[in-house]
């Protein structure tokens, strides 16, 4: 491609909301242009690089035996209906009437639709299992769409689904998709971690996320310092403390605490580790038509986590609720307890189960129990894990130690059963001629948000860096002096047995200063850029390294097989 005639529209200046470097870089170089909050234009430099990613993702699935398929975009509305994802997803869903007055969703997500593809079509065991995939615009209308590409409500996600006969072969399926996602990762140059993730109120066996290691990501990952295990943060475990504080000895007894309502201050006034004090977290929780305050209780030294809050409630959404609404319920705020189970649900965190020697809130304005022992309510609370781990932890599966990390979620694998297939009445005759559903297992990866995640890892204070495997050009000739007529001839000479060679080329004929073609090459991030300048009298051009920023002199009889040999 000439630059002259390319449609890179690079700026100075990048837009006022733009925080990461992907959002900057990717828009100042070009890339993309917003249209609208979380919609995006991708201009041609991020179509290379879309169908770059797109080819890796082909061909790791052709090697596992995946079939693309295309599914239409606007889905329709019973579809939804059918499965209970309509409430469940809310307002993520755009919602639209036809002319016939038929209610259609713009498809954030295929499982429905595809699920509505395979049965009555797949009729048998013999058929299964089956893996199809596609790649595709989806819409979610997000509550905060924000970061550029990283949280678009229009954006491109890779969508498998597979069908099986047992839950064996799902099994067999999760683990080779988790290899084919591994690979797709390192070949695009990434620095990742599997980890475990949140299953849902879906539910599900197994739910793990790909988790591009970056500070500027969303998602806390905990990761054990000596084994393999990670997790996001809202599925995070931890093995249970085996030293533990010296606990407070006292029977049971009320105690007046004035004005004692924090933790740290109850810790304070009694001098006992936080660990020996019961804390409240209450929360609305959001249903379908209704919402409920419920109280969670957990150990002082622990904080509710709230998306093991939200499945441990089965609630669609969890909100904060005011010391009003607390005591409209004849609560005490900063003294309320696990031990009166009447005013409100409480769910208990699972680590509390006989728990003895706490200091628990009274209930009462300005009193606390010490002494307290949970066993008495063992019998008639709910207990669930809605503790989040905290770093220094321990790992559930080791003698090692939890730390936190930052990660940006760029694909999720799940195993769903038969969650779907039961709802959408989908099913296979099995090796007796009994109906069974079929064993769905599915598998997303955000394209248009790995496009970005690149740029989070790849990229200094100039602008993009892009991998091998993701650059929209590998090779950037520079003309220094386009009235240089020896300097034009040798680059069109290299720019024709480049292309020749099938390698992908860009060359900088306008008539810019040096500086500014460099500093937008440098934007751009092409791995390489070969300069055409003075040098070429003492017949020396330079290869600039992007990565490196070192620039190399190089015998102009030699530059083209010291390209080949690169890219
Ligand atoms: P997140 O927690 O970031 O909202 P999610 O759990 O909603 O993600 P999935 O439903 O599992 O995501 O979708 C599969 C993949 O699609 C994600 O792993 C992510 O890479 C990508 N993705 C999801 N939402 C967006 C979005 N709004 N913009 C860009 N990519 C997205
Ligand atoms: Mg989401």
Redesign the pocket.
Same mark, same amino acid.
């Given at each position: 491609m000439r630059r002259s005639r390319a449609f890179i529209p690079t700026s100075k200046e990048a837009p006022s909301d733009a925080q990461l470097a992907s959002h900057i870089f990717l828009s100042r170089a070009g890339f993309v242009t917003q249209t609208a909050a979380?919609l995006y234009n991708y201009l041609p430099l991020a179509k290379r690089v879309i169908k770059k990613i797109e080819n890796v993702v082909n061909e790791e699935m052709e090697k596992v035996g995946a079939q693309e398929v295309e599914l239409s975009f606007v889905t329709p509305a019973d579809l939804w209906a059918e499965s209970g994802r309509i409430e469940k997803f809310g307002k993520e869903l755009l919602r639209f009437r036809d002319r016939k007055d038929n209610m259609f969703v713009l498809g954030p997500?295929h499982e429905e639709m595809m699920v509505d593809l395979v049965r009555n079509r797949v009729n048998s065991y013999k058929n299964l299992p089956l893996n199809l995939y596609q790649i595709k615009t989806?819409f979610?209308d %997000?509550a905060r769409?924000r970061f550029g590409?990283?949280?678009?409500?229009e954006?491109i996600?890779k969508?498998g689904y597979s069908f099986h006969a047992s839950t064996e072969d799902l099994d067999r399926e999760f683990d080779a998709m988790e290899v084919a996602y591994k690979k797709i990762l390192t070949r695009l140059g990434l620095d990742y971690r599997v980890v475990e993730a949140d299953s849902g109120a879906i539910g599900g066996s197994g739910s793990k996320?790909?988790m591009v290691i970056a500070d500027s990501g %969303?998602?806390t990952i905990a990761i054990c310092s000596s084994c393999e295990y990670g997790a996001n943060i809202e599925a995070a475990v931890r093995a249970s403390r085996k030293e533990t504080p010296e606990a407070p000895q006292a029977g049971f007894n009320k105690f007046q605490t004035l004005d004692v309502k924090s933790i740290d201050d109850l810790a304070e006034f009694f001098k006992v580790d936080p660990y020996y004090t019961v804390k409240c977290v209450a929360k609305k929780l959001i249903y379908e038509d209704e919402t409920e305050i419920v109280l969670f209780f957990l150990r002082g030294s622990d904080d509710l986590q709230e998306v093991k809050a939200v499945n441990a409630t089965d609630a669609l959404d969890i909100e904060d609720v005011s010391e009003e609404e607390l005591k409209a319920l004849g609560l005490v705020p900063g003294f309320i307890g696990p031990l009166d189970q009447d005013k409100a649900k409480h769910v208990i965190d699972s680590e509390l189960k006989n728990a003895a020697n706490m200091i628990v809130g009274a209930n009462e304005l300005h009193y606390h129990y010490v002494g307290a022992d949970l066993s008495v309510i063992s019998e008639v609370a709910y207990f669930a894990d809605i503790a989040e781990v905290n770093e220094g932890d321990s790992c559930p599966h080791c003698e090692g130690k939890l730390s936190f990390t930052k990660g940006i979620?760029?694909?999720?694998i799940?195993k769903l059963g038969t969650t779907y297939s039961e709802a959408l009445k989908a099913e296979y005759l099995d090796e007796n001629g009994k109906a069974q559903p079929f064993v769905m297992g599915t598998y997303?990866?955000?394209i248009?948000?790995?496009v970005a995640s690149v740029i989070e890892q790849h990229h200094d204070d100039n602008g993009c860096i892009w991998t091998k495997e993701t650059a929209p050009y590998m090779v950037n000739i520079m003309i220094s002096n386009i009235k240089d007529e020896t300097q034009v001839a040798v680059a069109e000479e290299l720019y024709k047995n480049l292309q020749e060679q099938g390698v992908e080329v860009m060359l900088d004929d306008r008539k810019e200063r040096f500086g500014f073609k460099m500093k937008d090459a440098e934007l751009i991030g092409f791995p390489y850029t070969v300069i055409i300048g003075k040098e070429l009298a003492n017949g020396n051009v330079q290869i600039f390294d992007r990565r490196t920023t070192e620039k190399t002199p190089v015998a102009v009889d030699e530059i083209f097989n010291r390209v080949m040999a690169l890219v």
């Open positions: 979380g997500t989806k979610r %997000e769409p590409l990283m949280r678009g409500r954006f996600m969508d996320e790909l %969303e998602d979620e760029v694909g999720h799940f997303g990866m955000g248009s948000r790995l």
